[in-house]
């Protein structure tokens, strides 16, 4: 990721001193619905449901050739999707195993670095593609939660028999940004087109792939390694094996906007 934003960054250096005379910019405004949904390679994670999103922008293309851009902005977009697993947490000195079933709402703000490239207008059409990486901050995070116990540490530090005679507890719109990861690195390939409508001001539509390349969660190991699909615990009955809690988010968005 480091390498890839060094060489788009050199490229935007050099191109900017060898066509000083080409300088121009673009500057357009967008609105973005998006389908998004959650990933993992840990399989005691399972991933439900991609959810409809909404997100909007503001595009900046540094053009250092009538038909080269280095294309930024800001994007501010929802994103999430349906998680479940099960996991320990602690509460005074018991430790709890917990199913947790998590509809993730997390709205996030991305400043992207990409490459844009344009065709000579093809009759009235221009087609461009784009690809890079995005950093985003999340500044909101929200999940709707359905936990169930499944079993405790009380009886003199050992772990009862698992049951799923527990009531589900629900809690919606539960504050997470705590135990999120407060940054998102992203890849971003796109497509498109413009149509001119008055003078220098164009209509825009197009797609875009928006890939998270790191987990949203705070690294930890809490996760609860499954056999047959239940938690795996010690024959002391003293501990349970646990994982990584790694899940990455990606989006596909359309976008439709105007660029000036």
Do not use: C
Not at 142 to 169: H, Q, R, W
Not at 211 to 234: C, F, H, Q, R, W
């Amino acid at each position: 990721m480091k390498k890839a934003l060094l060489i788009i960054t050199i490229v935007a250096v050099v191109s900017g001193s060898v066509h000083a005379q080409t300088r121009a910019f673009k500057i357009g405004i967008k609105a973005s619905p998006n389908v998004s949904w959650m990933k993992t390679e840990n399989g005691d994670i399972s991933i439900e449901k991609a959810p409809l999103k909404f997100g909007y922008g503001l595009i900046f293309d540094k053009m250092f050739a009538e038909n080269y851009a280095i294309g930024t902005g800001i994007n501010v977009y929802k994103l999430g999707g349906m998680a479940s697993y099960t996991y320990g947490n602690k509460v005074a000195d018991t430790t709890y195993i917990t199913q947790l079933t998590r509809n993730h709402k997390l709205s996030y703000v991305e400043v992207p670095l990409t490459l844009k490239l344009r065709t000579a207008p093809i009759g009235d059409i221009t087609i461009w593609g784009q690809f890079g990486l995005g950093v985003g901050y999340l500044f909101k995070g929200f999940g709707d939660d359905e936990t169930k116990i499944l079993s405790d540490n009380s009886n003199d530090g050992m772990y009862s028999n698992l049951s799923s005679a527990n009531p589900t507890v629900k809690d919606d719109g539960n504050e997470i940004q705590k135990v999120m990861n407060p940054f998102r690195g992203s890849m971003i390939i796109a497509a498109g087109v413009e149509y001119p409508i008055s003078g220098s001001t164009f209509a825009m539509a197009g797609i875009t792939y928006n890939g998270g390349l790191m987990s949203i969660y705070k690294p930890k190991d809490e996760v609860a390694k499954l056999t047959n699909g239940v938690p795996t615990i010690a024959a002391d009955k003293m501990s349970f094996e646990t994982s990584a809690r790694k899940i990455a988010a990606n989006l596909i968005e359309l976008n439709i906007g105007i660029i000036f």
